[in-house]
């Protein structure tokens, strides 16, 4: 089967590290017979978006919505076009039309990345960070009262349903048993917020009666915050609400020494519509157009697009092409310490893949 | 005058830490010519719960609302008693019924603790968390409908009133106006969390405008976590809601070595109510019993009160002579690779105080 991939570059330094994604892909499937065809797209961009007036085109669903998967760059432009049009017009539009309820982050520490923790090695961190995507604290039900008055006030609601809920945590506890340590954490606040969070504990419960082989806990996101920079070799697979997973999945990778490197999916487990992969880190506007930046995010979002689609092999030889990558510092760019620049790096990884 | 302080010294090791707190407390008030009266009570606790079915009696608020502050040990013992009982009918029901709508935490790095962070020395690490206290995501509004059915869902609102926004901006602002560097940053999360962060961000930039000489920034919180890891020395004053000052206050503490040293005040600042001042860690189960919890905690905590009352001196000393002690490993506590015991810990600052 050949696989259909939309291209979506975006903004900034997006535009920069696709093409390095891109030859790494090309590089992977190639030694692993895989088929894979790329079709490209211009549009969730501010360049788009100053044509049109528009972020996507009306159609933007029939043209990307039959693809196997999405491999996306980075979109937003702060100065130039407000985050709640350009985030809310595309990448929470995929997350929420696409029903890409899943948004699944490792958090490894790499070879040549120092760690910002002090004495922990490669090895040492190793965990998965599984969050919600769909509802919870990003509802848009709310408002404000009172407006410009002493008496002013706005309420947002968070919103958790039981398909909401029980369907991310079936996908954390099959992540957890499907690793050698089988064990899930989840996060909570039941202590403090008194309604939503302890609904959230009460469906961890539920569900954990139907995975005896995986071991649990929680903890409140307060405490589990500390505990990722604490003990962050407690952690195997952490699942959270769209908030809270929100958070640990900035706060892990940052454990794991930069979130410039992190890669992440927004899937859709059921295949009904196309997963959404893309590197954690944003347009970056203060070092677009120099041609620094560090595709590896990028790159590793590719492997973890070649799993989901469940060429598994091809995946991991990216991921194994990344760590040898990582190792030199020659073939590192500059934030980690190297001179290689964006190309340079991102052809490396290509060599490298077996 | 005198001082009057409600002493309570709660459950677990918040009964062990607590005459250390007041030997210090002594000791400093002694020096710097304070007078204090003590009065004790037993109410907020595992064993009145036990005897009289709630956490405290019903005149609570007669009892200890006179007094000039509260010097609070810890409370919560979850294996006994639900959180949601100890710490709403103790802790919780204090900020809302006191007002107490600041909880100020410091975050700084000591002698002889070392940090999880690399490279990271006494002097690199010293800001303070300023949270929101009384509103936020802590509302009690909300709740579940189609209970058992697939249907079921639950919401709880956010709830952000301009004056409980207001209030903690300005108390922020001025906090960073007296200090050396000037400096606020504002947590948020207006690019996910469309309705009531947005408002935030709002009144952090109409508050700024009264505050001409301070500097100011914000970061949404999944990055604002990752520079606490990545970049703690950037920080100077800290704000953020209910849910974002909670985690805040946790991971910084955690980023400065051990949340087992931090303490927080509760506090009124219009002294229409009494403040509460309490060590961040909780009543520890675990370990309580033992003579061997660290009491710096619950003593950095009464250099807090010190200082919120007027009495900076006797303050002062106070943390000078925890950091004093915590420079001499003989005299830490076993948490941090000593051998002392909680009450060597507690007579050893009792002794540097000057
Ligand atoms: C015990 C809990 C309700 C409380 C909170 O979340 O406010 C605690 O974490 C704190 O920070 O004092
Ligand atoms: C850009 C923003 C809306 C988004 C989020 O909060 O979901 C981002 O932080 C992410 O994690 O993908």
């Known amino acids: ?62 043209k990307i ?57 490669p090895g040492d961190i190793d965990f998965w960070v599984v969050r919600e995507n769909t509802e919870g604290e990003y509802s848009s039900v709310g408002g404000r009262m009172f407006p410009d008055t002493d008496r002013e006030f706005v309420t947002q609601q968070t919103v958790m349903t039981r398909t909401g809920v029980d369907r991310i945590l079936k996908f954390a506890f099959e992540l957890a048993q499907s690793r050698p340590k089988k064990h899930l954490t989840s996060a909570t606040k039941s202590n403090g917020i008194s309604i939503t969070m302890p609904y959230w504990d009460e469906r961890v419960e539920a569900m954990a009666k139907k995975f005896p082989g995986v071991k649990w806990d929680k903890y409140h996101i307060d405490i589990l915050t500390a505990n990722f920079v604490l003990h962050p070799d407690w952690f195997d697979v952490v699942v959270g609400s769209n908030l809270f997973g929100d958070i640990l999945s900035d706060l892990g990778p940052a454990c794991t020494g930069t979130i410039g490197i992190a890669p992440s999916g927004n899937i859709n487990p059921e295949g009904d519509f196309p997963s959404v992969f893309e590197p954690v880190h944003g347009s970056a506007p203060d070092i677009a157009g120099q041609g620094i930046a560090n595709p590896i995010g990028m790159i590793w979002s590719g492997a973890m697009m070649f799993e989901h689609l469940g060429e598994k092999e091809a995946g991991k030889s990216i991921v194994d092409a990344i760590e040898r990558t990582l190792a030199e510092r020659t073939l590192r760019t500059k934030d980690l310490g190297g001179n290689a620049d964006t190309t340079a790096c991102g052809k490396a990884v290509a060599d490298m893949v077996d």
């Open 1 to 62: 089967k050949q696989y259909r991939i939309a291209v979506i570059p975006g903004d900034g330094i997006g535009k920069e590290v696709m093409p390095e994604g891109l030859r790494v892909l090309e590089a992977a499937a190639k030694k692993h017979d895989v088929s894979v065809h790329f079709d490209h797209f211009d549009f969730s961009s501010y360049d788009y978006y100053e044509k049109h007036g528009q972020m996507m085109p009306d159609d933007w669903k029939e």
């Open 65 to 121: 919505g039959k693809h196997d998967a999405i491999y996306f760059g980075a979109v937003g432009w702060p100065a130039k076009i407000p985050d709640h049009v350009s985030l809310w017009g595309s990448l929470i539009k995929f997350r929420r039309e696409f029903d890409q309820y899943v948004n699944l982050r490792p958090v490894r520490l790499m070879p040549g990345v120092p760690s910002p923790l002090a004495g922990r090695k």
